[in-house]
């Protein structure tokens, strides 16, 4: 069983940055594909970033050219780079990996811009 934890979230002023880390622990082997959502209070879970196996990145609108994502297979870790962060960033985030065929999520993290 695969379990990813969440780390990183927090209160952070317009402008801020934040780096978001998702740990995976189990029998585990090398993640294929990862990514991370969000779901801001009253909407509906929107997608911030996909990380395809042997592709490139595609990220949601909103955050392409602020938000990083990238997987470092030799910690088993998923990262979400936020830069320029605004109030409209404020959501709790959910990391997803896949290994084979069976995706797996984080529990959430909070994030808040505000100032």
């Known amino acids: 069983q695969v379990q990813l934890v969440e780390s990183g979230g927090g209160l952070v002023q317009p402008g801020g940055s934040l780096r978001l880390s998702c740990a995976a622990s189990?029998?585990?082997?090398?993640?294929?594909?990862a990514g991370w959502y969000r779901q801001a209070p009253g909407k509906q879970r929107a997608l911030v970033a996909s990380?395809?196996?042997?592709?490139?990145?595609n990220y949601g609108d909103s955050v392409q050219g602020r938000f990083t994502a990238s997987i470092d297979n030799g910690k088993n870790t998923v990262y979400l780079q936020m830069n320029s962060l605004q109030p409209e960033d404020t959501a709790v985030y959910y990391c997803?990996?896949?290994?084979?065929?069976?995706?797996?999520w984080g529990q959430g993290t909070q994030v808040t811009v505000s100032s």
């Open positions: 990380i395809p196996s042997g592709g490139s990145v």
């Open positions: 997803y990996a896949y290994y084979g065929s069976r995706v797996y």
């Open positions: 189990g029998n585990i082997g090398s993640i294929n594909a």
